[in-house]
Structures are given as structure tokens and as C-alpha cells.
């Protein structure tokens, strides 16, 4: 465990270098951003992920710290996902819509698009969208997060993974 939270700290860095690269469709961050959070992202499978696809419930949490700008200093959001995964599966880009509660009670819905890119040792998790309400409703957002690669070894087993990390950025435009 703790090789694991070493890890998504040197992938958070990395994960927050891609930030001001503007991904294609996303407006660049020519003009200074509203808000920029670190985050960390927290995934728990049930059942857990293993090498062939099957149903499973995700569970996701996701904290928004350090932010600078015009909102509270911090945040959470929590949700649940039901989908069909397995570990040789590349996720396809799919809708997801998240409701952020700051620290000061407000909150932010964040809808965007997900996709995950592998790179050597790292999976690279990338969040493109708006905000559609609450706080910051109609602006450009984005996350990027990156989370050490899938261990295939565990995808074998037959508990599979049950959590995954992950540290990262989130931008609002």
C-alpha cells in the first residue's frame, strides 16, 4: 500500500505537468484559469476487476484540495458507476456526470467526457467538460489524473482489484 500511494504521488506530479496542455476541443488556458485544485481520486470494485470483463459497481471518490481562485479552499464529490470491466478492456469515453460540494456548502456539477490513455507505467485519466450547474455553471473544466498502470498479476487472481488511486488536477476555464 504504501508503494502504491508513492507512486500516485510521483504520477500526481506528472499528471499536474499535462495540465496546461490544452487537449484537443478544450479551450487553452491562454486566459488565467478560475480554479485549479489538486485532486485525488479514489476507485473501490465490487467485484473486483479481473482479466475478463464482467458487471461490477464502482465506487468513486474524489477530493479537491489546495484550490486557488474563487472557491472554497476544498471539495468532495461521490458517486457510483455500474458497467461492464476487465483489466485488458480498454475503458471506451463515456459520459459521467459528478455534483462537487465545496467546503463552503456550494456545490458544482461537473459533465464531461472520461478517457483513459496507457502510458509506460502510468494510466493517464483525462475529464473534459462543463460546468452545468451550481457554481461556475457554463465554464470550460477539466481533470487530469494519472494512476500507476494495472497490475496484471493481481487482474489473475481471483479476488482481482478492488481500489485503485489516483492523484491529479482539476481546472475550471
Known sequence: MAHLAQSCRVLGVAAAALV???APGV???ADAPVVVCTTSSHWSYSPGVVLTPRPLRTTVRD??????GSVAATG????VVDRS???LEPLAAVP???????????????????TVTSAPGADVITKIGTITG???AGRSAQAVQAAPATDLLLCLSEEGITRQSSLGTFTVL
Open 20 to 22: 496546461p496542455l490544452a
Open 27 to 29: 479551450p487553452a488556458l
Open 63 to 68: 477530493e479537491y484540495t489546495s484550490c486557488t
Open 76 to 79: 468532495t464529490s461521490e458517486f
Open 85 to 87: 470491466a476487465g483489466c
Open 96 to 114: 459521467e456526470t459528478r455534483v462537487i460540494t465545496w467546503a463552503d456548502g456550494s456545490t458544482s456539477t461537473f459533465t464531461y467526457t472520461v
Open 134 to 136: 451550481g457554481v461556475f
